[in-house]
């Protein structure tokens, strides 16, 4: 199995970028599909981004399309999510995900496709 630790949240104005990082360790990230979703307080936890196992296809919620990107550096076995022009809604925990089970298809935006999760990173975004 796969551990994921996120980092890279913090508290910052709106306009700004963030990247957050997900760092693996147990088994290589290029066995799965990845994922980050997002839980603003007094709210469900929501899909962001995903991304096929062979990082060939994303696939983004309409709310952030065109300000974050999804990537991963295999060397380094670590999963990235850019974030820029940040706005206060985007305001959240954000955590990674790692799925096996469906690593064979295209980008999975359920969240219950995944296995593996990070403990998630707070990402504050001020008007």
């Known amino acids: 199995q796969v551990q994921l630790v996120e980092s890279g949240g913090g508290l910052v104005q709106a306009g700004d970028s963030l990247r957050l990082s997900c760092a693996a360790s147990?088994?290589?990230?290029?066995?799965?599909?990845l994922g980050w979703f997002r839980q603003a307080p007094g709210k469900e936890r929501e899909f962001v981004a995903a991304q096929d196992r062979s990082a060939s296809d994303t696939y983004y919620v309409d709310s952030v399309k065109g300000r974050f990107t999804i990537s991963r550096d295999n060397a380094k076995n670590t999963a990235y999510l850019q974030m820029n022009s940040l706005r206060p809604e985007d305001t959240a925990v954000y955590y990674c995900?790692?799925?096996?089970?469906?690593?064979?298809?295209?980008?999975?935006?359920?969240?219950?496709?995944?296995?593996?999760w990070g403990q998630g990173t707070q990402v504050t975004v001020s008007s």
């Open positions: 995900a790692a799925s096996w089970r469906y690593s064979a298809g295209g980008p999975l935006p359920d969240s219950t496709a995944y296995d593996y």
């Open positions: 147990g088994r290589t990230l290029s066995s799965y599909a």
